[in-house]
Protein backbone atom coordinates (compact mmCIF):
# COMPACT_ATOMS: atom_id res chain seq x y z
CA UNK A 1 0.00 0.00 0.00
CA UNK A 2 1.56 3.37 -0.96
CA UNK A 3 -0.39 6.66 0.63
CA UNK A 4 -0.08 10.29 -0.64
CA UNK A 5 -1.25 13.07 1.09
CA UNK A 6 -1.85 16.36 -0.59
CA UNK A 7 -1.75 19.96 1.12
CA UNK A 8 -2.97 22.41 -1.09
CA UNK A 9 -5.71 25.41 -0.79
CA UNK A 10 -9.52 24.88 -2.41
CA UNK A 11 -8.62 25.99 -5.92
CA UNK A 12 -5.41 24.81 -6.59
CA UNK A 13 -6.48 21.34 -8.29
CA UNK A 14 -5.21 18.74 -5.19
CA UNK A 15 -8.90 17.08 -6.14
CA UNK A 16 -8.30 16.76 -9.74
CA UNK A 17 -4.62 15.67 -9.43
CA UNK A 18 -5.36 13.26 -6.83
CA UNK A 19 -8.43 11.98 -9.73
CA UNK A 20 -5.68 12.11 -12.51
CA UNK A 21 -3.30 10.21 -10.76
CA UNK A 22 -5.81 7.97 -9.51
CA UNK A 23 -7.02 7.08 -13.24
CA UNK A 24 -3.30 6.63 -14.32
CA UNK A 25 -2.39 4.29 -11.99
CA UNK A 26 -5.52 2.45 -12.48
CA UNK A 27 -4.66 1.82 -16.05
CA UNK A 28 -1.59 -0.18 -14.68
CA UNK A 29 -4.14 -2.65 -13.29
CA UNK A 30 -3.81 -1.58 -9.65
CA UNK A 31 -5.98 -0.36 -7.06
CA UNK A 32 -6.38 3.18 -6.15
CA UNK A 33 -8.40 5.79 -3.74
CA UNK A 34 -8.28 9.33 -4.45
CA UNK A 35 -10.63 11.58 -2.10
CA UNK A 36 -9.95 14.94 -0.39
CA UNK A 37 -11.43 16.46 3.58
CA UNK A 38 -13.26 19.82 2.37
CA UNK A 39 -16.68 20.63 3.62
CA UNK A 40 -18.08 24.22 2.80
CA UNK A 41 -14.50 24.97 2.01
CA UNK A 42 -14.12 27.86 -0.07
CA UNK A 43 -11.19 29.04 -2.90
CA UNK A 44 -7.81 29.69 -0.92
CA UNK A 45 -9.14 27.44 2.36
CA UNK A 46 -6.28 24.81 3.48
CA UNK A 47 -7.23 21.34 2.64
CA UNK A 48 -6.12 18.07 1.81
CA UNK A 49 -6.39 15.62 -0.92
CA UNK A 50 -5.02 11.88 -0.47
CA UNK A 51 -4.47 8.87 -2.60
CA UNK A 52 -4.17 5.13 -1.60
CA UNK A 53 -2.49 2.78 -4.27
CA UNK A 54 -2.36 -1.16 -3.66
CA UNK A 55 -2.31 -4.46 -5.75
CA UNK A 56 -5.37 -5.42 -3.61
CA UNK A 57 -9.11 -3.88 -3.62
CA UNK A 58 -9.01 -1.23 -0.72
CA UNK A 59 -11.48 -1.43 1.72
CA UNK A 60 -10.21 0.89 4.16
CA UNK A 61 -12.47 4.17 4.22
CA UNK A 62 -10.38 5.78 7.65
CA UNK A 63 -9.15 9.37 6.28
CA UNK A 64 -6.18 9.33 8.19
CA UNK A 65 -3.25 7.71 7.25
CA UNK A 66 0.55 7.48 7.74
CA UNK A 67 1.59 8.56 4.52
CA UNK A 68 4.47 7.24 2.58
CA UNK A 69 4.87 11.13 0.59
CA UNK A 70 3.29 14.32 1.16
CA UNK A 71 2.80 16.84 -1.43
CA UNK A 72 2.82 20.15 -0.25
CA UNK A 73 1.70 22.66 -3.57
CA UNK A 74 0.97 26.06 -1.86
CA UNK A 75 4.40 27.17 -0.69
CA UNK A 76 2.87 29.22 2.45
CA UNK A 77 1.17 25.49 3.40
CA UNK A 78 4.75 23.95 4.35
CA UNK A 79 4.79 26.81 7.10
CA UNK A 80 1.36 26.63 8.09
CA UNK A 81 -0.32 23.13 8.03
CA UNK A 82 1.21 20.39 10.28
CA UNK A 83 2.66 18.24 7.12
CA UNK A 84 4.82 15.93 9.36
CA UNK A 85 1.47 14.55 10.69
CA UNK A 86 1.56 11.05 11.18
CA UNK A 87 4.09 10.15 9.22
CA UNK A 88 6.55 7.51 8.70
CA UNK A 89 10.67 7.09 8.99
CA UNK A 90 10.50 6.65 5.52
CA UNK A 91 8.01 9.50 4.36
CA UNK A 92 9.46 11.75 1.49
CA UNK A 93 8.36 15.29 1.04
CA UNK A 94 7.97 17.18 -2.17
CA UNK A 95 7.10 21.17 -1.38
CA UNK A 96 6.67 23.57 -3.88
CA UNK A 97 8.51 26.63 -3.25
CA UNK A 98 10.95 29.19 -4.34
CA UNK A 99 13.78 28.75 -1.74
CA UNK A 100 16.60 26.19 -1.88
CA UNK A 101 15.87 23.29 -0.56
CA UNK A 102 18.76 24.24 2.44
CA UNK A 103 16.66 27.74 2.79
CA UNK A 104 13.23 26.06 3.12
CA UNK A 105 14.36 23.65 6.12
CA UNK A 106 16.25 25.89 8.52
CA UNK A 107 12.90 27.92 8.51
CA UNK A 108 10.99 24.47 9.59
CA UNK A 109 11.81 22.91 12.36
CA UNK A 110 9.97 19.70 11.77
CA UNK A 111 11.51 18.77 8.55
CA UNK A 112 15.16 19.28 10.19
CA UNK A 113 15.65 15.79 11.40
CA UNK A 114 14.43 14.48 7.65
CA UNK A 115 16.34 16.80 5.30
CA UNK A 116 17.19 13.50 3.43
CA UNK A 117 13.73 12.67 2.28
CA UNK A 118 12.54 16.46 2.00
CA UNK A 119 12.62 17.55 -2.38
CA UNK A 120 11.75 20.81 -3.44
CA UNK A 121 10.12 22.15 -6.92
CA UNK A 122 8.79 25.07 -7.72
CA UNK A 123 5.80 24.10 -9.35
CA UNK A 124 3.85 26.86 -8.87
CA UNK A 125 6.44 29.22 -11.27
CA UNK A 126 6.64 26.48 -13.61
CA UNK A 127 2.83 26.37 -13.78
CA UNK A 128 2.90 30.14 -14.66
CA UNK A 129 5.52 29.87 -17.40
CA UNK A 130 3.77 27.18 -18.76
CA UNK A 131 0.13 26.78 -18.71
CA UNK A 132 0.26 30.48 -17.94
CA UNK A 133 -1.57 30.32 -14.02
CA UNK A 134 -1.03 28.91 -10.62
CA UNK A 135 -2.21 25.61 -11.32
CA UNK A 136 0.63 23.18 -9.36
CA UNK A 137 -0.95 20.49 -8.76
CA UNK A 138 -0.03 18.40 -12.55
CA UNK A 139 4.04 19.48 -11.95
CA UNK A 140 3.51 18.03 -8.37
CA UNK A 141 2.59 14.68 -10.06
CA UNK A 142 6.19 14.84 -12.74
CA UNK A 143 8.14 15.74 -9.17
CA UNK A 144 6.62 12.69 -7.75
CA UNK A 145 7.14 10.21 -10.63
CA UNK A 146 10.99 11.17 -10.71
CA UNK A 147 11.03 11.21 -6.52
CA UNK A 148 9.19 7.56 -6.40
CA UNK A 149 10.27 5.83 -9.91
CA UNK A 150 6.80 4.79 -10.10
CA UNK A 151 6.19 5.82 -13.37
CA UNK A 152 8.83 6.24 -16.36
CA UNK A 153 8.17 10.12 -17.68
CA UNK A 154 7.43 8.48 -21.00
CA UNK A 155 4.64 6.18 -19.86
CA UNK A 156 3.06 8.99 -17.48
CA UNK A 157 2.51 12.06 -20.14
CA UNK A 158 0.78 9.52 -22.56
CA UNK A 159 -1.49 8.45 -19.93
CA UNK A 160 -2.16 12.15 -18.23
CA UNK A 161 -2.85 13.41 -21.94
CA UNK A 162 -5.63 10.62 -22.00
CA UNK A 163 -6.92 12.09 -18.41
CA UNK A 164 -6.84 15.73 -20.00
CA UNK A 165 -8.18 14.78 -23.10
CA UNK A 166 -11.74 16.83 -22.57
CA UNK A 167 -9.50 20.24 -22.55
CA UNK A 168 -8.28 21.97 -25.52
CA UNK A 169 -4.77 20.76 -27.03
CA UNK A 170 -3.02 23.85 -26.07
CA UNK A 171 -3.90 23.11 -22.18
CA UNK A 172 -2.93 19.65 -22.56
CA UNK A 173 0.97 20.22 -24.07
CA UNK A 174 1.04 23.03 -21.60
CA UNK A 175 0.62 20.31 -18.99
CA UNK A 176 3.05 17.90 -20.52
CA UNK A 177 5.27 20.79 -20.67
CA UNK A 178 4.69 21.30 -17.06
CA UNK A 179 5.20 18.10 -15.92
CA UNK A 180 8.02 17.10 -17.85
CA UNK A 181 9.82 20.79 -16.31
CA UNK A 182 8.96 19.85 -12.70
CA UNK A 183 10.16 15.92 -13.39
CA UNK A 184 13.77 16.98 -14.08
CA UNK A 185 13.82 20.18 -11.88
CA UNK A 186 13.02 18.62 -8.54
CA UNK A 187 15.81 18.25 -6.34
CA UNK B 1 -31.78 8.92 -29.96
CA UNK B 2 -29.37 8.64 -26.37
CA UNK B 3 -25.77 9.00 -27.68
CA UNK B 4 -24.00 6.04 -26.38
CA UNK B 5 -21.57 6.71 -23.61
CA UNK B 6 -17.57 5.72 -24.30
CA UNK B 7 -16.49 3.57 -21.33
CA UNK B 8 -13.51 2.13 -19.82
CA UNK B 9 -13.68 -1.49 -18.68
CA UNK B 10 -12.21 0.17 -15.46
CA UNK B 11 -12.79 3.97 -14.44
CA UNK B 12 -11.99 5.89 -11.16
CA UNK B 13 -15.49 6.76 -10.18
CA UNK B 14 -16.47 8.31 -6.72
CA UNK B 15 -19.35 7.49 -5.85
CA UNK B 16 -21.80 10.57 -6.72
CA UNK B 17 -20.19 9.84 -10.33
CA UNK B 18 -21.20 6.52 -10.62
CA UNK B 19 -24.77 6.61 -9.07
CA UNK B 20 -24.91 9.29 -11.79
CA UNK B 21 -23.51 6.98 -14.47
CA UNK B 22 -26.43 4.31 -13.57
CA UNK B 23 -29.63 6.61 -14.03
CA UNK B 24 -28.11 7.66 -17.60
CA UNK B 25 -27.82 4.02 -18.44
CA UNK B 26 -31.17 2.91 -16.73
CA UNK B 27 -32.80 5.97 -19.09
CA UNK B 28 -35.16 7.59 -16.68
CA UNK B 29 -37.83 9.50 -18.02
CA UNK B 30 -38.06 12.05 -15.01
CA UNK B 31 -35.84 13.22 -12.98
CA UNK B 32 -36.80 16.44 -10.71
CA UNK B 33 -34.07 17.36 -8.42
CA UNK B 34 -32.71 20.31 -6.64
CA UNK B 35 -29.40 20.23 -5.37
CA UNK B 36 -28.02 19.58 -1.97
CA UNK B 37 -24.47 18.90 -0.55
CA UNK B 38 -23.04 16.00 -0.87
CA UNK B 39 -25.26 14.41 -3.05
CA UNK B 40 -24.70 17.28 -5.92
CA UNK B 41 -22.77 15.99 -8.55
CA UNK B 42 -25.41 12.88 -9.13
CA UNK B 43 -28.04 15.50 -10.05
CA UNK B 44 -25.08 17.76 -11.66
CA UNK B 45 -23.88 14.70 -14.13
CA UNK B 46 -27.26 14.28 -15.17
CA UNK B 47 -28.05 17.38 -16.03
CA UNK B 48 -24.99 17.74 -17.78
CA UNK B 49 -25.63 14.09 -19.93
CA UNK B 50 -29.22 15.29 -20.73
CA UNK B 51 -27.42 18.65 -21.97
CA UNK B 52 -24.87 16.74 -24.29
CA UNK B 53 -27.52 14.39 -25.41
CA UNK B 54 -26.76 11.29 -23.52
CA UNK B 55 -30.34 11.05 -21.92
CA UNK B 56 -33.83 11.41 -23.53
CA UNK B 57 -35.79 11.85 -20.89
CA UNK B 58 -36.67 14.83 -19.04
CA UNK B 59 -34.69 16.83 -16.30
CA UNK B 60 -36.71 19.47 -14.41
CA UNK B 61 -35.45 22.01 -12.32
CA UNK B 62 -37.75 22.43 -8.85
CA UNK B 63 -37.78 24.77 -6.42
CA UNK B 64 -37.62 23.01 -3.33
CA UNK B 65 -36.93 19.26 -2.48
CA UNK B 66 -40.35 18.91 -1.42
CA UNK B 67 -41.23 20.09 -5.18
CA UNK B 68 -38.53 17.39 -6.16
CA UNK B 69 -39.92 14.39 -4.47
CA UNK B 70 -43.54 16.31 -5.56
CA UNK B 71 -42.58 16.24 -9.28
CA UNK B 72 -40.86 12.68 -9.11
CA UNK B 73 -44.34 11.17 -7.59
CA UNK B 74 -46.34 13.35 -10.36
CA UNK B 75 -44.12 11.67 -13.23
CA UNK B 76 -44.38 8.35 -11.98
CA UNK B 77 -48.14 8.37 -11.89
CA UNK B 78 -48.16 9.63 -15.11
CA UNK B 79 -46.18 6.35 -16.17
CA UNK B 80 -42.79 7.23 -16.41
CA UNK B 81 -39.36 5.86 -15.13
CA UNK B 82 -38.31 8.70 -12.41
CA UNK B 83 -35.13 9.13 -9.94
CA UNK B 84 -34.00 11.69 -7.84
CA UNK B 85 -31.01 12.26 -5.09
CA UNK B 86 -30.67 14.42 -2.56
CA UNK B 87 -29.07 14.41 1.07
CA UNK B 88 -29.83 15.57 4.70
CA UNK B 89 -32.12 18.73 4.87
CA UNK B 90 -33.13 17.68 1.29
CA UNK B 91 -34.38 14.40 2.57
CA UNK B 92 -36.27 15.90 5.65
CA UNK B 93 -38.06 18.30 3.29
CA UNK B 94 -38.76 15.39 0.94
CA UNK B 95 -39.91 13.56 3.56
CA UNK B 96 -44.20 14.08 3.68
CA UNK B 97 -44.13 13.17 0.08
CA UNK B 98 -41.77 10.00 0.08
CA UNK B 99 -44.35 8.25 2.50
CA UNK B 100 -47.27 9.83 -0.52
CA UNK B 101 -44.97 7.62 -3.43
CA UNK B 102 -44.43 4.71 -1.30
CA UNK B 103 -48.65 4.52 -0.35
CA UNK B 104 -49.19 5.61 -3.84
CA UNK B 105 -46.66 2.40 -5.11
CA UNK B 106 -44.57 4.70 -7.25
CA UNK B 107 -41.45 2.99 -8.09
CA UNK B 108 -39.81 5.90 -7.47
CA UNK B 109 -35.79 5.77 -7.15
CA UNK B 110 -33.96 7.76 -4.75
CA UNK B 111 -30.20 7.86 -4.46
CA UNK B 112 -29.62 9.54 -0.93
CA UNK B 113 -25.99 10.45 -0.02
CA UNK B 114 -26.34 10.15 3.54
CA UNK B 115 -25.54 13.43 5.65
CA UNK B 116 -26.07 14.83 9.26
CA UNK B 117 -29.19 16.70 10.16
CA UNK B 118 -28.93 20.42 11.64
CA UNK B 119 -28.73 21.82 13.90
CA UNK B 120 -25.72 22.52 14.14
CA UNK B 121 -25.04 22.60 10.75
CA UNK B 122 -22.94 19.56 9.06
CA UNK B 123 -22.49 18.95 5.41
CA UNK B 124 -20.91 15.32 6.23
CA UNK B 125 -21.75 12.20 6.46
CA UNK B 126 -23.81 10.35 8.78
CA UNK B 127 -26.89 8.07 8.41
CA UNK B 128 -29.17 10.85 10.47
CA UNK B 129 -31.43 10.66 7.27
CA UNK B 130 -31.11 7.32 6.44
CA UNK B 131 -32.99 6.91 9.77
CA UNK B 132 -35.41 9.72 9.25
CA UNK B 133 -36.69 7.81 6.39
CA UNK B 134 -37.09 4.21 7.61
CA UNK B 135 -40.54 3.97 8.31
CA UNK B 136 -41.54 5.86 5.18
CA UNK B 137 -42.19 2.97 3.43
CA UNK B 138 -39.39 2.58 0.64
CA UNK B 139 -37.32 -0.51 0.04
CA UNK B 140 -33.94 0.86 1.35
CA UNK B 141 -30.27 -0.60 0.20
CA UNK B 142 -27.66 0.17 1.38
CA UNK B 143 -24.21 1.02 -0.93
CA UNK B 144 -20.28 0.45 1.21
CA UNK B 145 -18.17 1.97 -1.68
CA UNK B 146 -18.35 3.31 -5.44
CA UNK B 147 -18.64 0.16 -7.29
CA UNK B 148 -22.03 -0.52 -5.48
CA UNK B 149 -22.95 3.25 -5.28
CA UNK B 150 -22.87 2.22 -9.07
CA UNK B 151 -24.37 -1.25 -8.96
CA UNK B 152 -26.75 -0.93 -6.64
CA UNK B 153 -29.25 1.42 -8.30
CA UNK B 154 -29.28 -0.48 -11.54
CA UNK B 155 -30.50 -3.30 -9.17
CA UNK B 156 -32.93 -0.35 -7.64
CA UNK B 157 -34.74 -0.28 -10.70
CA UNK B 158 -35.44 -3.78 -11.73
CA UNK B 159 -36.29 -4.31 -7.93
CA UNK B 160 -38.74 -1.33 -7.45
CA UNK B 161 -40.66 -1.71 -10.82
CA UNK B 162 -41.42 -5.43 -10.69
CA UNK B 163 -44.94 -6.04 -11.26
CA UNK B 164 -44.84 -7.92 -7.87
CA UNK B 165 -43.25 -5.06 -5.81
CA UNK B 166 -44.08 -1.77 -7.36
CA UNK B 167 -42.89 0.28 -4.06
CA UNK B 168 -40.15 3.07 -4.10
CA UNK B 169 -36.05 2.57 -3.32
CA UNK B 170 -33.88 3.96 -1.68
CA UNK B 171 -29.95 3.56 -2.63
CA UNK B 172 -28.16 5.33 0.14
CA UNK B 173 -24.15 5.74 -0.11
CA UNK B 174 -22.06 7.44 2.77
CA UNK B 175 -21.70 11.49 2.20
CA UNK B 176 -17.86 12.40 1.16
CA UNK B 177 -16.90 8.55 2.15
CA UNK B 178 -18.20 7.39 -0.67
CA UNK B 179 -19.79 10.16 -2.69
CA UNK B 180 -16.77 11.97 -2.87
CA UNK B 181 -14.23 9.17 -2.75
CA UNK B 182 -12.76 7.56 -6.19
CA UNK B 183 -12.14 4.32 -6.89
CA UNK B 184 -11.84 1.86 -9.25
CA UNK B 185 -15.13 0.83 -10.92
CA UNK B 186 -16.38 -1.08 -13.36
CA UNK B 187 -19.04 -0.12 -15.22
CA UNK B 188 -21.94 -1.79 -17.63
CA UNK B 189 -21.47 -1.12 -21.48
CA UNK B 190 -24.57 0.94 -21.81
CA UNK B 191 -26.59 -1.40 -24.16
CA UNK B 192 -25.59 -4.43 -21.28
CA UNK B 193 -26.94 -1.92 -18.15
CA UNK B 194 -30.14 -1.04 -20.49
CA UNK B 195 -31.03 -4.62 -20.64
CA UNK B 196 -30.48 -5.46 -17.32
CA UNK B 197 -32.76 -3.29 -16.31
CA UNK B 198 -35.56 -3.48 -18.96
CA UNK B 199 -38.46 -1.39 -20.18
CA UNK B 200 -40.28 0.67 -17.73
CA UNK B 201 -43.95 -1.43 -17.24
CA UNK B 202 -46.58 1.29 -16.68
CA UNK B 203 -48.95 0.48 -14.46
CA UNK B 204 -52.25 2.17 -13.82
CA UNK B 205 -50.69 5.23 -15.84
CA UNK B 206 -52.33 8.52 -15.54
CA UNK B 207 -51.33 8.90 -19.16
CA UNK B 208 -53.68 6.25 -20.07
CA UNK B 209 -56.92 7.97 -20.80
CA UNK B 210 -58.93 4.85 -22.19
CA UNK B 211 -58.31 3.48 -18.66
CA UNK B 212 -58.99 6.00 -16.29
CA UNK B 213 -57.73 5.69 -12.17
CA UNK B 214 -57.59 7.50 -9.07
CA UNK B 215 -54.12 8.34 -7.64
CA UNK B 216 -53.67 9.86 -4.42
CA UNK B 217 -57.22 9.01 -3.22
CA UNK B 218 -58.08 10.04 0.81
CA UNK B 219 -59.10 6.88 2.56
CA UNK B 220 -60.84 7.40 6.27
CA UNK B 221 -61.18 4.23 9.00
CA UNK B 222 -63.07 2.47 6.93
CA UNK B 223 -60.51 1.66 3.96
CA UNK B 224 -56.70 3.43 4.81
CA UNK B 225 -55.70 0.57 7.84
CA UNK B 226 -56.50 -2.49 4.22
CA UNK B 227 -54.06 -0.39 2.29
CA UNK B 228 -51.30 0.09 4.47
CA UNK B 229 -51.53 -3.59 5.30
CA UNK B 230 -51.22 -4.84 2.09
CA UNK B 231 -48.49 -2.25 0.84
CA UNK B 232 -46.43 -3.43 4.46
CA UNK B 233 -47.39 -6.93 3.13
CA UNK B 234 -45.91 -6.05 -0.54
CA UNK B 235 -42.43 -4.39 1.32
CA UNK B 236 -42.27 -7.70 3.37
CA UNK B 237 -42.54 -9.56 0.32
CA UNK B 238 -40.29 -7.61 -1.68
CA UNK B 239 -37.05 -9.85 -0.17
CA UNK B 240 -37.84 -12.71 -2.77
CA UNK B 241 -37.78 -10.10 -6.09
CA UNK B 242 -34.69 -8.52 -4.33
CA UNK B 243 -32.86 -12.02 -4.07
CA UNK B 244 -33.97 -12.68 -7.69
CA UNK B 245 -32.72 -9.14 -9.12
CA UNK B 246 -29.04 -9.37 -6.65
CA UNK B 247 -29.03 -13.41 -8.63
CA UNK B 248 -29.36 -11.90 -11.98
CA UNK B 249 -26.95 -9.34 -11.36
CA UNK B 250 -24.31 -11.88 -9.93
CA UNK B 251 -25.17 -13.85 -13.31
CA UNK B 252 -24.21 -11.09 -14.93
CA UNK B 253 -21.03 -9.11 -13.78
CA UNK B 254 -20.03 -11.75 -11.12
CA UNK B 255 -20.50 -9.14 -8.07
CA UNK B 256 -22.63 -11.03 -5.41
CA UNK B 257 -25.30 -8.84 -3.50
CA UNK B 258 -26.85 -10.30 -0.57
CA UNK B 259 -29.34 -8.90 1.99
CA UNK B 260 -27.38 -9.36 4.69
CA UNK B 261 -23.32 -9.28 4.15
CA UNK B 262 -21.09 -11.82 6.61
CA UNK B 263 -17.83 -10.99 6.43
CA UNK B 264 -15.37 -13.95 8.53
CA UNK B 265 -18.43 -15.38 10.33
CA UNK B 266 -18.10 -18.78 10.46
CA UNK B 267 -16.43 -19.32 13.59
CA UNK B 268 -16.70 -15.41 14.72
CA UNK B 269 -16.91 -15.50 18.58
CA UNK B 270 -16.93 -11.62 18.45
CA UNK B 271 -19.07 -9.42 15.82
CA UNK B 272 -19.77 -5.62 14.43
CA UNK B 273 -22.85 -4.75 12.80
CA UNK B 274 -22.80 -1.59 10.52
CA UNK B 275 -23.84 -0.03 7.67
CA UNK B 276 -22.39 2.05 4.87
CA UNK B 277 -18.33 2.39 4.53
CA UNK B 278 -17.75 1.21 8.03
CA UNK B 279 -18.56 -2.06 7.06
CA UNK B 280 -15.61 -2.20 4.98
CA UNK B 281 -13.03 -0.90 8.01
CA UNK B 282 -14.19 -3.35 10.28
CA UNK B 283 -14.05 -5.92 8.22
CA UNK B 284 -10.54 -5.08 7.50
CA UNK B 285 -9.84 -4.57 10.94
CA UNK B 286 -11.26 -8.02 11.59
CA UNK B 287 -9.23 -9.54 9.05
CA UNK B 288 -6.02 -8.33 10.86
CA UNK B 289 -6.88 -9.00 14.53
CA UNK B 290 -7.48 -12.35 13.19
CA UNK B 291 -3.85 -12.45 11.52
CA UNK B 292 -2.20 -10.43 14.96
CA UNK B 293 -4.24 -11.99 17.91
CA UNK B 294 -5.95 -14.29 16.64
CA UNK B 295 -9.01 -13.02 17.56
CA UNK B 296 -11.97 -14.83 15.82
CA UNK B 297 -13.65 -11.37 14.54
CA UNK B 298 -16.47 -11.07 11.88
CA UNK B 299 -18.77 -8.36 10.70
CA UNK B 300 -22.76 -8.37 9.83
CA UNK B 301 -23.91 -5.39 7.46
CA UNK B 302 -27.97 -4.97 6.73
CA UNK B 303 -27.73 -4.54 2.54
CA UNK B 304 -31.10 -4.15 2.75
CA UNK B 305 -32.37 -2.14 5.67
CA UNK B 306 -35.90 -2.42 4.49
CA UNK B 307 -37.73 -4.83 4.60
CA UNK B 308 -35.51 -5.42 7.39
CA UNK B 309 -33.98 -8.75 7.23
CA UNK B 310 -34.86 -9.97 10.12
CA UNK B 311 -34.00 -13.99 9.06
CA UNK B 312 -31.08 -13.60 7.94
CA UNK B 313 -29.27 -11.13 10.70
CA UNK B 314 -31.05 -13.96 13.22
CA UNK B 315 -29.01 -16.53 10.41
CA UNK B 316 -25.75 -14.79 11.17
CA UNK B 317 -25.93 -14.98 14.65
CA UNK B 318 -26.98 -17.69 15.28
CA UNK B 319 -23.78 -19.82 15.90
CA UNK B 320 -22.29 -21.17 18.78
CA UNK B 321 -19.15 -19.77 18.83
CA UNK B 322 -20.74 -15.91 18.72
CA UNK B 323 -20.64 -14.86 22.36
CA UNK B 324 -20.58 -11.01 21.60
CA UNK B 325 -22.20 -8.44 19.04
CA UNK B 326 -21.75 -4.43 18.97
CA UNK B 327 -24.33 -2.74 17.20
CA UNK B 328 -22.91 0.35 15.35
CA UNK B 329 -25.71 3.05 14.98
CA UNK B 330 -24.27 6.38 12.87
CA UNK B 331 -26.86 8.14 14.02
CA UNK B 332 -28.09 10.46 17.07
CA UNK B 333 -30.23 8.36 18.92
CA UNK B 334 -32.71 11.61 20.03
CA UNK B 335 -33.41 9.26 24.06
CA UNK B 336 -33.36 5.56 22.51
CA UNK B 337 -30.83 2.76 21.73
CA UNK B 338 -29.44 2.75 18.08
CA UNK B 339 -31.87 1.33 15.66
CA UNK B 340 -29.64 -1.19 14.37
CA UNK B 341 -29.32 -2.09 17.88
CA UNK B 342 -33.16 -2.61 18.24
CA UNK B 343 -34.09 -4.51 15.63
CA UNK B 344 -30.99 -6.75 15.38
CA UNK B 345 -31.56 -7.62 19.31
CA UNK B 346 -35.37 -8.10 18.02
CA UNK B 347 -33.67 -10.76 15.52
CA UNK B 348 -31.11 -12.08 18.02
CA UNK B 349 -33.94 -12.79 20.61
CA UNK B 350 -35.02 -15.73 18.55
CA UNK B 351 -31.75 -17.21 18.32
CA UNK B 352 -30.45 -20.47 20.17
CA UNK B 353 -27.18 -18.90 21.08
CA UNK B 354 -28.40 -15.39 22.06
CA UNK B 355 -25.35 -13.53 22.23
CA UNK B 356 -24.44 -10.32 24.54
CA UNK B 357 -25.36 -7.39 22.41
CA UNK B 358 -24.08 -3.42 23.15
CA UNK B 359 -24.49 -0.41 20.89
CA UNK B 360 -22.18 2.04 20.00
CA UNK B 361 -22.87 5.68 18.44
CA UNK B 362 -19.99 6.83 16.43
CA UNK B 363 -18.93 8.80 13.16
CA UNK B 364 -21.98 11.69 14.00
CA UNK B 365 -20.81 14.70 11.55
CA UNK B 366 -18.49 12.75 9.83
CA UNK B 367 -16.33 11.93 12.92
CA UNK B 368 -13.24 9.77 11.10
CA UNK B 369 -14.26 5.89 11.70
CA UNK B 370 -10.59 3.84 12.09
CA UNK B 371 -9.23 0.90 12.03
CA UNK B 372 -7.80 1.16 15.75
CA UNK B 373 -11.43 1.75 16.59
CA UNK B 374 -13.33 -1.18 15.25
CA UNK B 375 -10.07 -3.23 16.63
CA UNK B 376 -10.80 -1.75 20.22
CA UNK B 377 -14.39 -2.07 19.86
CA UNK B 378 -13.79 -5.85 18.86
CA UNK B 379 -11.44 -6.35 21.81
CA UNK B 380 -13.98 -5.06 24.64
CA UNK B 381 -16.45 -7.45 23.06
CA UNK B 382 -13.74 -10.04 23.29
CA UNK B 383 -13.71 -8.85 26.99
CA UNK B 384 -17.48 -9.57 27.40
CA UNK B 385 -17.12 -12.82 26.00
CA UNK B 386 -14.06 -13.67 28.67
CA UNK B 387 -16.31 -12.31 31.29
CA UNK B 388 -19.25 -13.93 30.65
CA UNK B 389 -21.34 -10.91 31.00
CA UNK B 390 -21.20 -7.39 29.81
CA UNK B 391 -18.52 -5.27 31.25
CA UNK B 392 -19.32 -1.64 29.88
CA UNK B 393 -22.94 0.23 29.64
CA UNK B 394 -25.22 -1.41 26.82
CA UNK B 395 -24.82 1.74 25.38
CA UNK B 396 -21.57 4.08 24.19
CA UNK B 397 -20.59 6.94 22.33
CA UNK B 398 -16.96 6.08 20.09
CA UNK B 399 -14.35 8.95 19.23
CA UNK B 400 -16.25 11.56 20.96
CA UNK B 401 -14.55 14.14 23.10
CA UNK B 402 -15.85 15.20 26.89
CA UNK B 403 -16.59 13.13 29.65
CA UNK B 404 -17.61 8.83 28.57
CA UNK B 405 -21.00 8.34 28.09
CA UNK B 406 -22.95 5.38 28.58
CA UNK B 407 -26.03 4.30 29.39
CA UNK B 408 -28.34 1.42 30.86
CA UNK B 409 -26.17 -1.57 32.74
CA UNK B 410 -27.47 -5.53 32.66
CA UNK B 411 -25.95 -8.02 35.23
CA UNK B 412 -27.32 -10.65 32.73
CA UNK B 413 -24.75 -12.70 30.67
CA UNK B 414 -27.18 -14.22 27.75
Redesign the interface.
Given at each position: MIEIRWHSRAGQGAVTGAKGLGTVVATTGKQVQAYALYGSAKRGAAMNAYNRIDDEPITNHETKMNPDYVLVIDPALAFTDDITKNDKPTTKYIITTNLSKEELISQIPALQDKADRVYTVDAIQISLDTIGRSMPNTPILGALMKVSGMYDLDFFLDNMKKVLSKFPQKIIDANMEAITRAYNEVK | MAKKFELNE???W?GNYATSQALRQAQVDVVAAYPI?PSTPIVEGYGAYKANGYVDGEFVMVESEHGAMSGCVGAAAAGGRVATATSSQGFALMTEVLYQASGMRLPIVLCVVNRSLASPL???GDHSDMYLGRDSGWINIDAF?AQEAYDLPLCAFKIGEHLDVRLPVMVHQ?G???S?????VRPLQDEVAYKFVGDYVPVDDMLDFSRPVTHGAQTEEDWHFEHKAKQHKALMDSTKVIDEVFKKFKDLTGREYKRVETYYMDDAEVAIVALG??V??A??AAKQLREEEGIKAGVVAPRVFRPFPYDLIRDALDKESLKAVCCMDKSAPGGAMGALFNEVSAAAYTTQSRPMITNYIYGLG?R????DEAKRIFKEQKAHADAGHITTPIQQFSGVRGPKLGFFETKRGN
Open positions: - | VEVDTNVRNDFTTHKAQNSSETTLGDFSI
